[in-house]
C-alpha cells in the first residue's frame, strides 16, 4: 500500500455541505452544529445564533448564515454566559 491511498478525507468546505432548506428548525440546526437542542436554544435566547428568525411562536435559522458562522471566533461558547 503506497502513502497515496493512505491520506486522510478532506473537510468538508462550507460550500460543499449538501443542499438542504434555506430555513431550518432548531432540531435540524442542532443536528447540524453537533450541539444539544437546549443548548442551542439557550445560546439563541442569548443572542449568539446569528440569522434568527421568529414568526409568532415559530423559529427558524437561516442556513446560510450557520455555515458561514464561526462560533468558536465571535465570542463565548454555546451556553456559556457572558
Do not use: D
Not at 69 to 81: T, V, Y
Amino acid at each position: 500500500m503506497s502513502h497515496s491511498t493512505c491520506r486522510k478525507a478532506p473537510v468538508l468546505a462550507a460550500a460543499a455541505l449538501p443542499e438542504g432548506p434555506e430555513f431550518l428548525t432548531v432540531k435540524e440546526a442542532a443536528k447540524l452544529l453537533r450541539v444539544n437542542r437546549k443548548t442551542l436554544y439557550e445560546a439563541i435566547r442569548l443572542g449568539q445564533v446569528p440569522g434568527i428568525v421568529r414568526l409568532g411562536r415559530v423559529l427558524r435559522i437561516r442556513r446560510s448564515a450557520l455555515v458561514e458562522w464561526q462560533p468558536g471566533n465571535s465570542g463565548p461558547a454555546l451556553g456559556e454566559n457572558r
